[in-house]
């Protein structure tokens, strides 16, 4: 049984920078694709960063250039550096593990963005 536990998320000011941590336990390997998600109230959920197990990433665009996704397949954790963080990005995160239509996912974590 594979479990995902998201980590980091709060209360930040716009401008801010958060580091949210998501760490797998169970058998997950370096072959599955790791991935952020978002989703605010009212709305559907996002994919906001993901990365391959060959190190490949993509990003929704309105985070590009501010949010910086990684991985450590050896500590089975993927992170997502969130900097300059607007109110527009308040939402729970899920981290999510897929593979060869395996899927698993986190239970969230919310990050707030107000002065």
């Known amino acids: 049984q594979v479990q995902l536990a998201e980590s980091g998320g709060g209360l930040v000011q716009p401008g801010g920078s958060l580091r949210l941590s998501c760490a797998a336990s169970?058998?997950?390997?370096?072959?599955?694709?790791l991935g952020w998600y978002r989703q605010a109230p009212g709305k559907q959920r996002e994919l906001v960063a993901a990365i391959s197990s060959g190190g490949f990433t993509n990003y929704v665009d309105s985070v590009k250039g501010r949010f910086t996704i990684s991985r450590d397949n050896v500590k089975n954790t993927v992170s997502l550096q969130m900097n300059n963080l607007k109110p527009e990005d308040t939402a729970v995160y899920y981290c999510?593990?897929?593979?060869?239509?395996?899927?698993?996912w986190g239970q969230g974590t919310q990050v707030t963005v107000s002065s």
């Open positions: 169970g058998s997950i390997s370096s072959t599955y694709t």
């Open positions: 999510k593990a897929s593979f060869l239509g395996r899927m698993y």
